[in-house]
Protein backbone atom coordinates (compact mmCIF):
# COMPACT_ATOMS: atom_id res chain seq x y z
CA UNK A 1 0.00 0.00 0.00
CA UNK A 2 1.25 3.57 -1.10
CA UNK A 3 0.58 7.15 -1.86
CA UNK A 4 -2.06 8.81 0.79
CA UNK A 5 -2.50 6.21 3.06
CA UNK A 6 1.33 5.12 4.09
CA UNK A 7 4.16 7.68 3.77
CA UNK A 8 7.70 7.51 2.73
CA UNK A 9 8.89 7.52 6.37
CA UNK A 10 6.23 5.07 7.35
CA UNK A 11 6.99 2.21 5.09
CA UNK A 12 10.50 2.78 5.42
CA UNK A 13 9.61 2.06 9.03
CA UNK A 14 7.43 -0.86 8.03
CA UNK A 15 9.97 -2.44 6.06
CA UNK A 16 12.64 -2.64 8.18
CA UNK A 17 10.27 -4.87 10.37
CA UNK A 18 10.82 -9.26 9.76
CA UNK A 19 7.81 -10.40 11.84
CA UNK A 20 4.22 -11.47 10.89
CA UNK A 21 2.90 -10.97 14.10
CA UNK A 22 0.17 -7.96 14.04
CA UNK A 23 1.58 -4.24 13.89
CA UNK A 24 0.64 -1.17 15.35
CA UNK A 25 -2.33 0.32 13.03
CA UNK A 26 -1.23 4.04 13.72
CA UNK A 27 1.66 3.45 11.45
CA UNK A 28 0.17 0.53 9.32
CA UNK A 29 -3.20 2.05 8.54
CA UNK A 30 -4.36 -0.85 5.65
CA UNK A 31 -3.16 -4.08 6.73
CA UNK A 32 -3.25 -6.02 9.62
CA UNK A 33 -0.38 -8.56 8.49
CA UNK A 34 2.94 -7.16 6.96
CA UNK A 35 3.40 -9.72 4.96
CA UNK A 36 1.35 -8.14 1.70
CA UNK A 37 3.04 -5.30 1.13
CA UNK A 38 4.60 -3.88 -1.96
CA UNK A 39 6.43 -0.73 -2.77
CA UNK A 40 5.22 2.09 -4.83
CA UNK A 41 5.99 2.11 -8.57
CA UNK A 42 7.71 5.33 -8.51
CA UNK A 43 9.80 5.93 -5.64
CA UNK A 44 9.65 3.63 -3.49
CA UNK A 45 11.86 0.22 -3.61
CA UNK A 46 12.40 -1.63 -0.32
CA UNK A 47 10.64 -4.67 -0.13
CA UNK A 48 9.45 -6.59 2.91
CA UNK A 49 11.07 -9.52 3.59
CA UNK A 50 8.29 -11.83 5.46
CA UNK A 51 8.37 -14.47 3.34
CA UNK A 52 11.10 -16.54 2.94
CA UNK A 53 11.85 -17.81 -0.99
CA UNK A 54 12.48 -20.74 -2.04
CA UNK A 55 15.84 -22.17 -1.87
CA UNK A 56 18.02 -22.39 -4.52
CA UNK A 57 19.56 -20.12 -8.03
CA UNK A 58 15.77 -18.46 -9.15
CA UNK A 59 15.33 -17.70 -12.66
CA UNK A 60 15.37 -13.73 -13.72
CA UNK A 61 12.22 -12.55 -13.24
CA UNK A 62 10.87 -10.15 -15.88
CA UNK A 63 10.51 -6.44 -15.02
CA UNK A 64 7.86 -3.64 -15.35
CA UNK A 65 9.81 -1.82 -18.39
CA UNK A 66 10.06 -5.18 -20.17
CA UNK A 67 6.19 -5.96 -19.58
CA UNK A 68 5.28 -2.20 -20.39
CA UNK A 69 7.41 -2.39 -24.05
CA UNK A 70 5.84 -5.37 -25.09
CA UNK A 71 2.28 -3.92 -24.69
CA UNK A 72 3.05 -0.86 -26.04
CA UNK A 73 3.92 -3.25 -29.18
CA UNK A 74 1.03 -4.68 -29.19
CA UNK A 75 3.00 -8.07 -28.20
CA UNK A 76 -0.36 -9.43 -25.95
CA UNK A 77 0.70 -13.37 -26.61
CA UNK A 78 4.03 -12.34 -25.29
CA UNK A 79 3.46 -10.54 -22.34
CA UNK A 80 0.46 -13.68 -21.55
CA UNK A 81 3.36 -15.85 -21.31
CA UNK A 82 5.41 -13.74 -19.13
CA UNK A 83 2.99 -13.52 -16.75
CA UNK A 84 2.13 -17.01 -16.76
CA UNK A 85 6.14 -18.01 -16.13
CA UNK A 86 7.36 -15.22 -14.10
CA UNK A 87 6.59 -16.60 -10.25
CA UNK A 88 7.36 -12.95 -8.86
CA UNK A 89 7.44 -13.19 -5.04
CA UNK A 90 4.35 -11.89 -3.02
CA UNK A 91 6.12 -8.82 -1.91
CA UNK A 92 7.80 -7.78 -5.11
CA UNK A 93 7.41 -3.97 -6.22
CA UNK A 94 6.52 -4.74 -9.44
CA UNK A 95 2.78 -5.04 -8.72
CA UNK A 96 2.27 -1.56 -8.09
CA UNK A 97 3.08 -0.81 -11.62
CA UNK A 98 2.28 -3.97 -13.53
CA UNK A 99 -1.14 -4.54 -12.37
CA UNK A 100 -2.37 -0.86 -12.59
CA UNK A 101 -0.73 -1.24 -16.13
CA UNK A 102 -2.82 -4.50 -17.28
CA UNK A 103 -6.23 -3.23 -16.25
CA UNK A 104 -5.44 0.33 -17.53
CA UNK A 105 -5.30 -1.60 -20.91
CA UNK A 106 -9.05 -2.17 -20.68
CA UNK A 107 -10.48 1.08 -20.09
CA UNK A 108 -12.79 2.75 -22.12
CA UNK A 109 -14.32 5.93 -20.39
CA UNK A 110 -11.50 8.74 -21.91
CA UNK A 111 -12.75 11.28 -18.98
CA UNK A 112 -11.06 9.36 -16.80
CA UNK A 113 -8.06 11.74 -16.14
CA UNK A 114 -6.25 12.76 -12.78
CA UNK A 115 -8.25 13.53 -10.18
CA UNK A 116 -11.61 11.87 -11.75
CA UNK A 117 -11.74 9.78 -8.88
CA UNK A 118 -11.45 11.98 -6.49
CA UNK A 119 -14.07 14.20 -8.03
CA UNK A 120 -16.55 11.12 -7.58
CA UNK A 121 -15.79 10.82 -4.43
CA UNK A 122 -16.78 14.05 -3.47
CA UNK A 123 -20.02 14.19 -5.49
CA UNK A 124 -21.29 10.76 -3.56
CA UNK A 125 -19.65 11.86 -0.05
CA UNK A 126 -19.39 15.57 -0.25
CA UNK A 127 -16.08 15.05 0.97
CA UNK A 128 -12.85 13.53 0.21
CA UNK A 129 -12.41 12.77 3.61
CA UNK A 130 -12.64 8.80 5.33
CA UNK A 131 -15.56 8.82 7.44
CA UNK A 132 -15.28 7.17 10.79
CA UNK A 133 -19.12 5.97 10.39
CA UNK A 134 -19.74 2.81 8.40
CA UNK A 135 -20.37 3.14 4.98
CA UNK A 136 -23.42 1.04 3.57
CA UNK A 137 -22.60 -1.32 0.58
CA UNK A 138 -24.74 -0.86 -2.64
CA UNK A 139 -26.92 -3.23 -3.20
CA UNK A 140 -24.89 -5.40 -5.60
CA UNK A 141 -21.97 -6.31 -3.24
CA UNK A 142 -23.13 -9.75 -1.42
CA UNK A 143 -22.49 -9.40 2.03
CA UNK A 144 -21.23 -12.63 3.09
CA UNK A 145 -18.17 -12.93 0.92
CA UNK A 146 -16.73 -8.84 1.47
CA UNK A 147 -13.47 -10.70 1.59
CA UNK A 148 -11.22 -8.36 3.31
CA UNK A 149 -7.95 -10.30 3.13
CA UNK A 150 -6.21 -8.56 6.08
CA UNK A 151 -7.07 -5.04 5.84
CA UNK A 152 -7.68 -3.06 8.80
CA UNK A 153 -10.73 -0.97 9.41
CA UNK A 154 -9.39 1.95 7.53
CA UNK A 155 -8.97 -0.39 4.13
CA UNK A 156 -11.51 -1.86 4.56
CA UNK A 157 -13.17 1.76 4.85
CA UNK A 158 -11.70 2.43 1.66
CA UNK A 159 -12.93 -0.53 0.05
CA UNK A 160 -16.25 0.02 1.02
CA UNK A 161 -15.95 3.66 -0.57
CA UNK A 162 -14.33 2.35 -3.68
CA UNK A 163 -17.02 0.34 -4.52
CA UNK A 164 -19.38 2.63 -3.86
CA UNK A 165 -18.36 5.39 -6.36
CA UNK A 166 -17.47 2.25 -9.25
CA UNK A 167 -21.82 1.69 -8.28
CA UNK A 168 -22.49 5.41 -8.85
CA UNK A 169 -20.28 5.79 -11.76
CA UNK A 170 -21.95 2.14 -13.00
CA UNK A 171 -25.27 2.13 -12.85
CA UNK A 172 -25.92 -0.82 -14.56
CA UNK A 173 -24.12 -2.87 -12.39
CA UNK A 174 -26.61 -4.87 -10.56
CA UNK A 175 -25.44 -7.83 -9.20
CA UNK A 176 -21.38 -8.54 -8.56
CA UNK A 177 -20.20 -10.67 -5.59
CA UNK A 178 -16.68 -10.96 -6.81
CA UNK A 179 -16.41 -6.74 -6.93
CA UNK A 180 -15.66 -6.27 -3.40
CA UNK A 181 -12.48 -9.47 -2.90
CA UNK A 182 -11.11 -8.10 -6.44
CA UNK A 183 -11.03 -4.59 -4.52
CA UNK A 184 -9.31 -5.75 -1.66
CA UNK A 185 -6.97 -7.45 -3.51
CA UNK A 186 -5.68 -4.19 -5.09
CA UNK A 187 -5.30 -2.21 -2.30
CA UNK A 188 -2.41 -4.29 -1.05
CA UNK A 189 -0.28 -3.40 -3.86
CA UNK A 190 -1.98 0.58 -4.99
CA UNK A 191 -3.40 3.55 -3.93
CA UNK A 192 -6.91 4.10 -3.70
CA UNK A 193 -7.39 6.49 -6.71
CA UNK A 194 -4.92 3.42 -8.69
CA UNK A 195 -7.72 0.90 -7.41
CA UNK A 196 -10.51 2.10 -8.41
CA UNK A 197 -8.92 3.10 -12.07
CA UNK A 198 -8.48 -0.44 -12.37
CA UNK A 199 -12.29 -1.57 -11.11
CA UNK A 200 -12.65 0.89 -13.82
CA UNK A 201 -11.32 -0.97 -16.31
CA UNK A 202 -12.37 -4.34 -15.83
CA UNK A 203 -15.94 -3.57 -15.43
CA UNK A 204 -15.59 -1.55 -18.45
CA UNK A 205 -13.48 -3.65 -20.93
CA UNK A 206 -15.24 -4.91 -24.38
CA UNK A 207 -12.43 -7.01 -25.26
CA UNK A 208 -12.91 -9.31 -22.56
CA UNK A 209 -15.17 -10.63 -19.63
CA UNK A 210 -13.65 -10.15 -15.82
CA UNK A 211 -16.39 -9.00 -13.75
CA UNK A 212 -20.23 -10.34 -13.57
CA UNK A 213 -22.27 -7.39 -13.30
CA UNK A 214 -25.87 -8.83 -13.34
CA UNK A 215 -27.51 -11.99 -12.17
CA UNK A 216 -28.23 -13.10 -15.38
CA UNK A 217 -24.42 -12.97 -15.41
CA UNK A 218 -23.49 -14.75 -12.67
CA UNK A 219 -26.10 -17.57 -13.04
CA UNK A 220 -24.82 -18.38 -16.83
CA UNK A 221 -21.39 -18.00 -15.30
CA UNK A 222 -21.53 -20.77 -13.15
CA UNK A 223 -23.37 -22.51 -15.03
CA UNK A 224 -20.78 -22.21 -17.78
CA UNK A 225 -18.15 -23.43 -15.41
CA UNK A 226 -20.51 -26.76 -14.37
CA UNK A 227 -20.59 -27.62 -18.44
CA UNK A 228 -17.14 -27.56 -18.91
CA UNK A 229 -15.85 -29.35 -15.96
CA UNK A 230 -18.31 -31.85 -17.34
CA UNK A 231 -15.85 -32.32 -20.15
CA UNK A 232 -12.41 -31.63 -18.82
CA UNK A 233 -13.10 -33.17 -15.13
CA UNK A 234 -15.16 -36.20 -15.93
CA UNK A 235 -13.60 -38.51 -13.35
CA UNK A 236 -14.06 -36.13 -10.34
CA UNK A 237 -17.60 -34.56 -11.43
CA UNK A 238 -18.41 -39.10 -11.52
CA UNK A 239 -16.39 -39.87 -8.42
CA UNK A 240 -18.57 -36.83 -6.48
CA UNK A 241 -21.92 -38.10 -8.06
CA UNK A 242 -20.99 -42.05 -6.92
CA UNK A 243 -20.14 -41.09 -3.38
CA UNK A 244 -23.56 -39.10 -3.13
CA UNK A 245 -26.16 -40.23 -5.62
CA UNK A 246 -28.66 -37.37 -4.45
CA UNK A 247 -25.88 -34.80 -5.62
CA UNK A 248 -26.80 -31.79 -7.08
CA UNK A 249 -23.88 -30.30 -8.83
CA UNK A 250 -25.85 -27.19 -9.46
CA UNK A 251 -25.35 -26.57 -5.59
CA UNK A 252 -21.74 -27.22 -5.64
CA UNK A 253 -20.85 -25.16 -8.43
CA UNK A 254 -22.69 -22.22 -7.62
CA UNK A 255 -19.90 -20.99 -5.53
CA UNK A 256 -17.14 -22.08 -7.58
CA UNK A 257 -15.68 -18.75 -7.36
CA UNK A 258 -15.20 -18.97 -3.65
CA UNK A 259 -13.29 -21.98 -4.05
CA UNK A 260 -10.49 -19.27 -5.35
CA UNK A 261 -11.29 -15.84 -3.84
CA UNK A 262 -12.51 -17.60 -0.01
CA UNK A 263 -10.11 -20.97 -0.11
CA UNK A 264 -6.74 -20.37 -2.10
CA UNK A 265 -4.23 -18.86 0.23
CA UNK A 266 -3.50 -15.11 -0.59
CA UNK A 267 -0.10 -16.20 -2.33
CA UNK A 268 -2.00 -18.70 -4.36
CA UNK A 269 -4.36 -15.49 -5.47
CA UNK A 270 -1.76 -13.27 -6.14
CA UNK A 271 -0.11 -15.08 -8.37
CA UNK A 272 -3.91 -15.62 -10.25
CA UNK A 273 -4.32 -12.43 -10.71
CA UNK A 274 -1.52 -11.88 -12.55
CA UNK A 275 -2.75 -13.65 -15.38
CA UNK A 276 -6.34 -12.52 -14.77
CA UNK A 277 -5.79 -8.77 -14.86
CA UNK A 278 -4.50 -9.78 -18.53
CA UNK A 279 -6.22 -12.68 -19.69
CA UNK A 280 -9.91 -12.47 -18.19
CA UNK A 281 -12.09 -14.48 -16.29
CA UNK A 282 -10.97 -17.72 -18.33
CA UNK A 283 -8.06 -18.11 -15.85
CA UNK A 284 -10.49 -18.23 -13.23
CA UNK A 285 -12.03 -21.41 -15.11
CA UNK A 286 -8.99 -22.98 -15.42
CA UNK A 287 -7.52 -22.49 -12.07
CA UNK A 288 -11.51 -23.92 -10.82
CA UNK A 289 -11.07 -27.24 -13.14
CA UNK A 290 -7.43 -28.01 -11.56
CA UNK A 291 -8.91 -27.24 -8.04
CA UNK A 292 -11.70 -30.10 -8.69
CA UNK A 293 -8.86 -32.58 -10.29
CA UNK A 294 -6.49 -31.86 -7.02
CA UNK A 295 -9.44 -32.33 -4.92
CA UNK A 296 -10.28 -35.63 -6.83
CA UNK A 297 -7.03 -37.16 -6.11
CA UNK A 298 -6.90 -36.61 -2.54
CA UNK A 299 -10.02 -37.89 -1.83
CA UNK A 300 -8.36 -40.80 -3.17
CA UNK A 301 -5.23 -40.91 -0.83
CA UNK A 302 -5.90 -38.64 2.14
CA UNK A 303 -8.22 -39.70 4.78
CA UNK A 304 -9.40 -36.09 5.91
CA UNK A 305 -10.90 -35.94 2.31
CA UNK A 306 -13.17 -39.63 2.91
CA UNK A 307 -16.09 -39.83 1.27
CA UNK A 308 -18.02 -40.19 4.86
CA UNK A 309 -16.25 -36.58 5.47
CA UNK A 310 -17.29 -35.05 2.24
CA UNK A 311 -20.43 -36.36 1.25
CA UNK A 312 -22.74 -34.00 2.83
CA UNK A 313 -21.34 -30.98 1.76
CA UNK A 314 -18.89 -31.22 -0.78
CA UNK A 315 -18.73 -27.41 -1.80
CA UNK A 316 -17.57 -26.14 1.68
CA UNK A 317 -14.88 -29.20 1.73
CA UNK A 318 -13.59 -27.79 -1.59
CA UNK A 319 -13.00 -24.45 0.06
CA UNK A 320 -11.66 -26.04 2.97
CA UNK A 321 -9.27 -27.87 0.72
CA UNK A 322 -8.42 -24.95 -1.41
CA UNK A 323 -7.08 -23.18 1.92
CA UNK A 324 -4.48 -26.24 2.51
CA UNK A 325 -3.89 -26.76 -1.27
CA UNK A 326 -0.84 -29.16 -1.61
CA UNK A 327 0.66 -27.28 -5.04
CA UNK A 328 2.69 -23.87 -4.95
CA UNK A 329 0.86 -20.86 -7.04
CA UNK A 330 3.96 -21.89 -9.76
CA UNK A 331 2.14 -25.49 -10.04
CA UNK A 332 -1.72 -24.12 -9.68
CA UNK A 333 -1.10 -22.03 -12.99
CA UNK A 334 1.23 -24.69 -14.95
CA UNK A 335 -1.67 -27.29 -14.33
CA UNK A 336 -4.42 -24.61 -15.34
CA UNK A 337 -2.66 -23.45 -18.51
CA UNK A 338 -2.02 -27.15 -19.03
CA UNK A 339 -5.65 -28.26 -19.72
CA UNK A 340 -6.09 -28.68 -23.57
CA UNK A 341 -8.98 -28.19 -25.54
CA UNK A 342 -10.27 -24.93 -23.43
CA UNK A 343 -9.92 -22.09 -26.29
CA UNK A 344 -11.92 -18.99 -25.76
CA UNK A 345 -14.00 -19.10 -28.59
CA UNK A 346 -15.08 -22.52 -26.97
CA UNK A 347 -15.95 -20.82 -23.50
CA UNK A 348 -17.36 -18.01 -25.38
CA UNK A 349 -19.71 -20.49 -27.39
CA UNK A 350 -20.72 -22.65 -24.16
CA UNK A 351 -21.13 -19.32 -22.26
CA UNK A 352 -23.85 -17.94 -24.99
CA UNK A 353 -25.68 -21.08 -25.36
CA UNK A 354 -26.00 -20.78 -22.18
CA UNK A 355 -27.31 -17.42 -21.17
CA UNK A 356 -29.60 -17.96 -24.51
CA UNK A 357 -31.49 -21.06 -23.21
CA UNK A 358 -31.90 -19.34 -19.42
CA UNK A 359 -33.61 -16.18 -21.28
CA UNK A 360 -35.45 -18.12 -23.62
CA UNK A 361 -36.78 -20.42 -19.94
CA UNK A 362 -37.52 -17.49 -18.83
CA UNK A 363 -39.74 -16.29 -20.94
CA UNK A 364 -41.29 -19.33 -21.39
CA UNK A 365 -42.00 -19.54 -17.32
CA UNK A 366 -43.02 -16.19 -17.10
CA UNK A 367 -46.67 -16.74 -17.68
CA UNK A 368 -49.43 -15.91 -20.68
CA UNK A 369 -49.68 -12.27 -18.93
CA UNK A 370 -46.23 -11.63 -19.49
CA UNK A 371 -46.13 -13.18 -23.10
CA UNK A 372 -49.24 -10.66 -23.95
CA UNK A 373 -47.34 -7.75 -22.73
CA UNK A 374 -44.22 -8.85 -24.68
CA UNK A 375 -45.74 -8.41 -28.28
CA UNK A 376 -46.82 -5.09 -26.96
CA UNK A 377 -44.79 -1.35 -28.11
CA UNK A 378 -42.42 -1.83 -24.49
CA UNK A 379 -38.57 -2.22 -25.54
CA UNK A 380 -39.46 -0.92 -28.96
CA UNK A 381 -37.44 2.06 -29.99
CA UNK A 382 -38.87 5.33 -29.18
CA UNK A 383 -41.56 6.70 -31.40
CA UNK A 384 -39.17 9.26 -32.36
CA UNK A 385 -36.77 6.77 -33.48
CA UNK A 386 -39.71 5.18 -35.41
CA UNK A 387 -39.84 8.15 -37.13
CA UNK A 388 -36.19 8.73 -37.94
CA UNK A 389 -36.04 4.59 -38.78
CA UNK A 390 -38.75 5.25 -41.35
CA UNK A 391 -37.74 8.64 -42.76
CA UNK A 392 -33.87 6.81 -43.26
CA UNK A 393 -34.54 3.32 -43.61
CA UNK A 394 -34.83 2.28 -47.96
CA UNK A 395 -34.72 -1.39 -46.97
CA UNK A 396 -38.28 -0.85 -45.00
CA UNK A 397 -40.26 1.42 -47.78
CA UNK A 398 -41.27 -1.16 -50.18
CA UNK A 399 -43.56 -0.29 -52.49
CA UNK A 400 -45.57 -3.21 -52.69
CA UNK A 401 -46.54 -2.22 -49.05
CA UNK A 402 -48.34 0.62 -47.64
CA UNK A 403 -46.87 2.44 -44.45
CA UNK A 404 -48.27 0.61 -41.47
CA UNK A 405 -47.28 -2.70 -42.78
CA UNK A 406 -43.33 -1.56 -43.13
CA UNK A 407 -44.07 0.20 -39.82
CA UNK A 408 -44.90 -3.82 -38.57
CA UNK A 409 -41.70 -5.27 -39.99
CA UNK A 410 -39.70 -3.08 -38.08
CA UNK A 411 -41.25 -4.02 -34.83
CA UNK A 412 -41.00 -7.75 -35.80
CA UNK A 413 -37.32 -7.19 -36.36
CA UNK A 414 -37.08 -5.41 -32.87
CA UNK A 415 -38.60 -8.39 -31.38
CA UNK A 416 -36.07 -10.80 -32.62
CA UNK A 417 -32.90 -9.02 -30.88
CA UNK A 418 -31.70 -10.04 -27.72
CA UNK A 419 -33.30 -8.13 -24.90
CA UNK A 420 -30.65 -6.76 -23.70
CA UNK A 421 -30.17 -4.84 -27.20
CA UNK A 422 -33.54 -3.39 -26.80
CA UNK A 423 -32.84 -1.58 -24.33
CA UNK A 424 -31.01 0.99 -26.62
CA UNK A 425 -31.68 3.31 -29.69
CA UNK A 426 -30.85 2.09 -33.19
CA UNK A 427 -28.96 4.92 -35.50
CA UNK A 428 -28.16 4.29 -38.83
CA UNK A 429 -23.87 3.52 -39.23
CA UNK A 430 -23.87 2.92 -43.57
CA UNK A 431 -26.41 3.63 -46.47
CA UNK A 432 -24.95 2.74 -49.35
CA UNK A 433 -27.93 5.55 -50.47
CA UNK A 434 -25.90 8.37 -49.10
CA UNK A 435 -22.40 6.91 -48.34
CA UNK A 436 -21.66 5.20 -51.59
CA UNK A 437 -21.43 1.30 -52.48
CA UNK A 438 -17.72 0.35 -51.34
CA UNK A 439 -16.44 -1.85 -48.99
CA UNK A 440 -14.02 0.25 -47.61
CA UNK A 441 -16.44 2.82 -46.36
CA UNK A 442 -18.36 0.44 -44.99
CA UNK A 443 -15.32 -0.71 -43.06
CA UNK A 444 -14.51 2.58 -42.03
CA UNK A 445 -18.54 3.48 -40.74
CA UNK A 446 -19.08 0.17 -39.30
CA UNK A 447 -16.05 -1.77 -38.21
CA UNK A 448 -15.73 -0.28 -34.71
CA UNK A 449 -19.44 -1.10 -33.63
CA UNK A 450 -20.70 -4.23 -31.74
CA UNK A 451 -23.63 -5.12 -32.57
CA UNK A 452 -24.36 -4.12 -35.93
CA UNK A 453 -27.81 -4.73 -37.93
CA UNK A 454 -27.36 -5.36 -41.60
CA UNK A 455 -30.59 -5.15 -44.11
CA UNK A 456 -29.96 -5.72 -47.81
CA UNK A 457 -32.98 -4.72 -50.28
CA UNK A 458 -32.76 -6.36 -53.80
CA UNK A 459 -33.84 -4.97 -57.43
CA UNK A 460 -36.94 -7.77 -56.64
CA UNK A 461 -37.48 -5.71 -53.68
CA UNK A 462 -37.09 -9.01 -51.18
CA UNK A 463 -35.84 -7.69 -48.16
CA UNK A 464 -33.36 -10.10 -45.71
CA UNK A 465 -30.58 -9.34 -43.25
CA UNK A 466 -28.30 -10.44 -40.31
CA UNK A 467 -27.98 -9.55 -36.74
CA UNK A 468 -24.33 -9.57 -36.34
CA UNK A 469 -22.53 -9.86 -32.77
CA UNK A 470 -19.53 -8.77 -33.39
CA UNK A 471 -17.48 -6.22 -34.83
CA UNK A 472 -16.26 -6.37 -38.02
CA UNK A 473 -12.93 -5.19 -36.92
CA UNK A 474 -12.41 -8.89 -35.88
CA UNK A 475 -11.93 -9.53 -38.96
CA UNK A 476 -8.04 -8.49 -38.71
CA UNK A 477 -7.95 -9.76 -35.16
CA UNK A 478 -5.20 -12.76 -34.93
CA UNK A 479 -5.13 -15.73 -32.85
CA UNK A 480 -2.32 -17.08 -30.46
CA UNK A 481 -0.40 -18.49 -33.37
CA UNK A 482 -0.35 -15.08 -34.85
CA UNK A 483 -2.65 -16.15 -37.80
CA UNK A 484 -5.83 -14.26 -38.94
CA UNK A 485 -8.67 -16.53 -37.93
CA UNK A 486 -11.03 -16.81 -41.63
CA UNK A 487 -14.49 -16.59 -39.03
CA UNK A 488 -15.12 -14.95 -36.32
CA UNK A 489 -18.62 -14.01 -34.55
CA UNK A 490 -20.90 -15.78 -31.66
CA UNK A 491 -24.08 -17.34 -31.08
CA UNK A 492 -25.94 -14.61 -30.46
CA UNK A 493 -25.43 -13.91 -34.81
CA UNK A 494 -29.13 -14.84 -36.95
CA UNK A 495 -30.27 -14.15 -40.14
CA UNK A 496 -34.02 -12.79 -40.61
CA UNK A 497 -36.13 -12.26 -43.80
CA UNK A 498 -38.71 -9.71 -43.38
CA UNK A 499 -40.37 -9.37 -47.34
CA UNK A 500 -41.90 -11.36 -48.84
CA UNK A 501 -41.51 -13.94 -45.93
CA UNK A 502 -41.13 -13.18 -42.36
CA UNK A 503 -39.09 -15.93 -40.90
CA UNK A 504 -35.50 -15.49 -38.20
CA UNK A 505 -32.39 -18.05 -38.64
CA UNK A 506 -30.90 -18.42 -35.34
CA UNK A 507 -28.01 -20.46 -35.01
CA UNK A 508 -28.52 -24.29 -34.68
CA UNK A 509 -26.51 -24.62 -31.77
CA UNK A 510 -29.00 -23.01 -29.23
CA UNK A 511 -31.45 -26.36 -30.26
CA UNK A 512 -29.31 -28.76 -28.28
CA UNK A 513 -25.55 -29.77 -26.81
CA UNK A 514 -24.31 -32.44 -29.11
CA UNK A 515 -21.21 -30.75 -30.91
CA UNK A 516 -22.32 -29.79 -34.23
CA UNK A 517 -18.74 -29.53 -35.97
CA UNK A 518 -16.92 -26.27 -36.68
CA UNK A 519 -19.37 -26.05 -39.94
CA UNK A 520 -21.59 -24.57 -37.10
CA UNK A 521 -19.90 -22.02 -36.03
CA UNK A 522 -18.77 -20.20 -39.56
CA UNK A 523 -20.99 -17.03 -38.18
CA UNK A 524 -18.98 -13.40 -39.74
CA UNK A 525 -16.11 -13.39 -42.49
CA UNK A 526 -14.62 -10.66 -44.20
CA UNK A 527 -11.93 -9.15 -45.75
CA UNK A 528 -10.94 -6.41 -48.68
CA UNK A 529 -13.01 -8.10 -51.21
CA UNK A 530 -16.21 -9.69 -49.89
CA UNK A 531 -18.39 -10.14 -47.22
CA UNK A 532 -19.67 -13.49 -45.51
CA UNK A 533 -22.17 -14.42 -42.68
CA UNK A 534 -22.94 -18.32 -42.61
CA UNK A 535 -21.09 -20.99 -43.40
CA UNK A 536 -20.94 -25.10 -44.07
CA UNK A 537 -22.65 -26.37 -47.49
CA UNK A 538 -23.08 -22.43 -48.41
CA UNK A 539 -23.17 -19.00 -47.77
CA UNK A 540 -25.86 -17.76 -46.11
CA UNK A 541 -24.70 -14.19 -47.35
CA UNK A 542 -22.49 -12.78 -49.53
CA UNK A 543 -21.80 -9.19 -51.09
CA UNK A 544 -18.95 -8.34 -53.36
CA UNK A 545 -16.55 -5.77 -52.37
CA UNK A 546 -18.60 -2.96 -54.37
CA UNK A 547 -21.27 -3.85 -52.51
CA UNK A 548 -23.76 -4.41 -55.76
CA UNK A 549 -24.08 -8.07 -56.09
CA UNK A 550 -24.47 -10.95 -53.98
CA UNK A 551 -25.89 -14.64 -53.46
CA UNK A 552 -27.28 -16.53 -50.51
CA UNK A 553 -27.65 -20.36 -50.09
CA UNK A 554 -28.34 -22.74 -46.90
CA UNK A 555 -26.17 -22.96 -44.24
CA UNK A 556 -25.18 -25.27 -41.78
CA UNK A 557 -24.51 -22.69 -39.38
CA UNK A 558 -28.32 -21.51 -39.25
CA UNK A 559 -30.16 -24.53 -41.38
CA UNK A 560 -31.50 -21.81 -43.57
CA UNK A 561 -33.12 -21.53 -46.88
CA UNK A 562 -31.89 -19.17 -49.01
CA UNK A 563 -32.87 -15.69 -48.42
CA UNK A 564 -34.21 -15.02 -51.78
CA UNK A 565 -35.79 -17.18 -54.41
CA UNK A 566 -33.35 -17.01 -57.23
CA UNK A 567 -30.15 -17.05 -54.60
CA UNK A 568 -28.42 -14.24 -56.40
CA UNK A 569 -29.18 -10.94 -55.95
CA UNK A 570 -28.64 -7.27 -56.95
CA UNK A 571 -28.63 -5.00 -54.10
CA UNK A 572 -30.31 -2.24 -54.48
CA UNK A 573 -29.91 -0.78 -50.72
CA UNK A 574 -27.82 -1.72 -47.81
CA UNK A 575 -28.04 -0.56 -44.31
CA UNK A 576 -26.26 -1.20 -41.37
CA UNK A 577 -27.41 0.17 -38.02
CA UNK A 578 -25.31 0.50 -34.62
CA UNK A 579 -26.99 1.10 -30.90
CA UNK A 580 -26.42 3.97 -29.02
CA UNK A 581 -25.36 3.80 -25.51
CA UNK A 582 -23.90 0.15 -25.73
Known sequence: MVGKVLGLKDLEQFSSRRSSVYVDPECDKFFELPLFIAASSNDITTKCQCWQLSPGKEPALRSYTEIQQLLQQGKKRDVKNILRENSWPINSPIRAQLWPMLCGQHLTKQQMLDGFYWEMVHQVFGTTELSEKPIMLPAFVDATHCLPYHLTSTGRAVADRIVNVLGYDCPDITYSPVLYPITSILLHFMSEEEAYMCLAGLVGSKEKVFINQTKLQHEVTWKTVMQIAKKHTKSAISYFQRICPGLKLERVFMDWCWWILAGLPFQHLVRIMDCYFHEGIKVLYRVALVVLNLFHKECQSNNEWSPDNIKNDIGNALIKFCKKIPVSPAKLLHAAFSIRGLSTQYISRIFIKTEMLLKSRSVLNSGSKQLIKSRSSDNLPTSQSQVNIQMMSHTLTIRELHSE??????????????????????????????????????????????????????????????????????????????????YFGTGETFLFSLYPERAKYPWVGIEGDKDLGHSSELFMAADSKMITIGGGEGQAIWMDENIRFGKTDGCKTFNNPPLCPSGDFEIRVLEVYGFVGI
Open 405 to 486: SCRNLLFTLWSWLPVRITMYQPVLLYTTEEHGCSLTTFYVRVEQHEPTLLMIKTCNNEVFGAYCSSRWFERNVKDDKGQRQA
